[in-house]
């Protein structure tokens, strides 16, 4: 069987560069993505899949009802959506929307997501289960995968798989991780209170800038002396508005950042720790302040089986040593954790990385590229694990 799916991937190769060339030419942001839904909807209906358009807003989902007598219900999530910033690469098919760019590699993403159901629509009287294909919106922003389980995609679903493009792995190789592969991300807001004053007299004045800058020091200072350096935590703040001229006390200062970790436990006690620090910092100087502490989405947390399922089959097709298992997670975050609180999952990151290149720029950058040659390795190993899966008992 997995020669079959390699064959039927190699077949469908040029078309799957076409298609990927395309998205990334007419990229969308989150929550815009009417062009590229519309799309991935039609070759969806052209592989003979069930189509939902419109799910989680934006969202589609294809299903693949295959001929067995096994009646789990397999997701595999790909996103859709693009970044706010400007192309820098110069190729044929860069975007063509100002200002816009598939800098994530959400367009590999979501190629590789058509391609396995292309694939696996081929051999759906072989399947042996049932395939339900997610294509989300709204990644970037954190939000697509909450709007999709509200509009049912998760419903009968028994297990998810994803993806993720990796630049600093090689194109033809795969990484898989066991446990925690992407952090938590929380949002924090934090408002000191003081008095105006002259800005020649501070004494006369509560600085709430000067306040400000205490609370921020003491918190990156507490870290390292009160949080477990085995269970990280990463605090910055991003943003800071205050002051009204050169020549006056600030009165208000309104710092926003954000909060990444990676186990449950520690995440709990971060809204109060935090709030302990900004209080005492507050109390010593006179100001009065306010902590507003919005959690964001969770840690993904691969499941074992699943992983070892995704490992396995890379492994059968492209062998051990093009198989990376992943030391350390990443402070990033992944909506995709969205979907494990309702069942277990596994996210893989995809080799994407030109192996000639001394340099391949990061996720979220101007010139990021991918060698396309990935999105074979990504549709032969995602098809074979969901082939795999549903001959399994799990």
Not at 341 to 347: D, K, R
């Amino acid at each position: 069987m997995l020669t079959h799916i390699k064959d039927l991937a190699a077949k469908l190769a040029p078309r799957l560069i076409e298609i990927r060339r395309h998205i990334h030419s007419h990229p969308e942001l989150s929550g815009q993505e009417y062009q590229t839904a519309a799309f991935v909807a039609g070759v969806l209906s052209s592989s003979g899949l069930h189509v939902q358009e419109g799910v989680g807003k934006t969202g589609v989902v294809g299903e693949l009802q295959g001929t067995g007598q096994n009646d789990r219900l397999l997701a595999i999530r790909t996103d859709m959506d693009a970044l706010p910033i400007q192309e820098g690469t110069n190729l044929e098919y860069a975007s063509r929307a100002e200002g816009v760019m598939h800098a994530c590699g959400h367009d590999v993403h979501t190629t590789v997501g058509l391609g396995t159901a292309m694939v696996l629509s081929q051999m759906a009287e072989e399947l042996g289960g049932k395939v339900r294909f997610l294509f989300q919106p709204a990644e970037e922003i954190a939000q697509g995968a909450s709007w999709m389980v509200k509009d049912g995609a998760m419903e009968n679903v028994s297990a998810v798989l994803g993806i993720h493009v990796f630049p600093s792995i090689p194109a033809g190789s795969i990484g898989v991780r066991y446990g925690a592969l992407t952090a938590a991300a929380d949002d924090l807001e934090i408002l000191i209170m003081g008095e105006s004053g002259h800005g020649a007299r501070p004494h006369e004045a509560i600085d709430a800038i000067w306040i400000a800058c205490q609370v921020i020091t003491a918190l990156q200072q507490a870290i390292s002396r009160t949080q477990n350096p085995l269970r990280p935590v990463v605090l910055s703040i991003g943003k800071i508005n205050g002051g009204r001229a050169p020549n006056i006390i600030a009165d208000k200062v309104q710092l926003l950042g954000t909060v990444r970790s990676l186990h449950p436990e520690t995440r709990a006690h971060l809204p109060n720790w935090i709030e302990n620090i900004v209080s005492s910092v507050c109390q010593t100087y006179g100001a009065k302040y306010q902590v507003n502490y919005r959690q964001g989405v969770p840690s993904v947390q691969n499941d074992y089986a699943l992983t070892q399922l995704l490992q396995s089959a890379a492994e059968e097709a492209w062998s051990s040593d093009r198989v990376q298992v992943l030391p350390e997670p990443s402070l990033g975050a992944e909506d995709f954790s969205m979907y494990l609180e309702h069942v277990p999952g596994s996210m893989f990151r995809l080799g994407v990385g030109y192996k000639e290149r001394m340099i391949n720029h990061p996720l979220h950058h101007p010139q990021f590229e991918v060698d396309e040659s990935a999105i074979l390795t990504g549709v032969v190993t995602m098809a074979y694990a969901a082939y795999k899966y549903c001959q399994q008992n799990f």
